[in-house]
């Protein structure tokens, strides 16, 4: 059985840093792309971060420069470095496992959620 | 950026009834369009596949269609499961866009 599982998420000023851990497993983790989607409360689904097979990374313009994507292939592990966050960054961040070379999110994990507040 | 436009933004139907909900893009995706259904405090869950495939465990009344930059998505006879907040999302380029859900309420 496929599981995705988020830690990290919590309460944290604005401009401070958070890193969020997703742990894979059921699945053979070094053969997929890996996502970050988000959702505010109440509101819609935001493509936050990709990571490709290779190692190659994409992002939005809303996070890119201040967000990075990292895996671990060994720990089967799947990260979301968040610097300069703002209260716009506050949402659940789901992890998503993407089906191979077409974009699409075929299984997420339950979520974590982010609070950017002072 | 792909903006994706949904309509209508929510819906009241009956059990029973066949549901119709659209998804426009502002340029053609060909047929890179996907299909998720969330439940409340639940994750999303992948419904329909470029376009018209239809993903493993998901009832035969959901059915997609279309190409270019319209589409639909169709639940012939609405179940009391149903009764969920619907997103299309492209996966044509990055970066990745999801229209803005429709909610699909119990009459």
């Known amino acids: 059985e496929v599981q995705l599982v988020e830690s990290g998420g919590g309460l944290v000023q604005p401009g401070g840093s958070l890193r969020l851990s997703c742990a894979a497993s059921?699945?053979?983790?070094?053969?997929?792309?890996m996502h970050w989607v988000r959702q505010a409360t109440g509101k819609g689904l935001e493509w936050v971060s990709a990571?490709?097979?290779?190692?190659?990374?994409y992002y939005p313009g809303s996070v890119k420069g201040r967000f990075t994507i990292s895996r671990e292939i060994a720990k089967n592990s799947l990260f979301l470095q968040m610097n300069s966050l703002r209260a716009g960054d506050t949402a659940v961040y789901y992890c998503?496992?993407?089906?191979?070379?077409?974009?699409?999110?075929?299984?997420w994990g339950q979520g974590t959620l982010v609070t950017v507040s002072s | 950026d792909i903006q994706m436009t949904q309509s209508p933004s929510s819906l009241s139907a009956s059990v029973g009834d066949r549901v119709t909900i659209t998804c426009r893009a502002s340029?053609?995706?060909?047929?890179?369009l996907n299909w998720y259904q969330q439940k409340p405090g639940k994750a999303p869950n992948l419904l329909i596949y470029?376009?018209?495939s239809l993903q493993s465990g998901v009832p035969s009344r959901f059915s997609g269609s279309g190409s270019g930059s319209d589409f639909t998505l169709t639940i012939s006879s609405l179940q009391p499961e149903d009764f969920a907040i619907y997103y299309c999302?492209?996966?044509?380029?990055?970066?990745?866009?999801f229209g803005g859900g429709t909610k699909v309420e119990i009459k």
């Open positions: 470029a376009a018209s």
């Open positions: 999302q492209q996966s044509y380029s990055t970066p990745l866009t």
């Open positions: 990571i490709g097979t290779a190692g190659d990374t």
């Open positions: 340029q053609s995706i060909s047929s890179s």
């Open positions: 059921g699945f053979t983790f070094s053969t997929f792309d």
């Open positions: 998503v496992r993407g089906r191979s070379s077409s974009w699409l999110f075929d299984c």
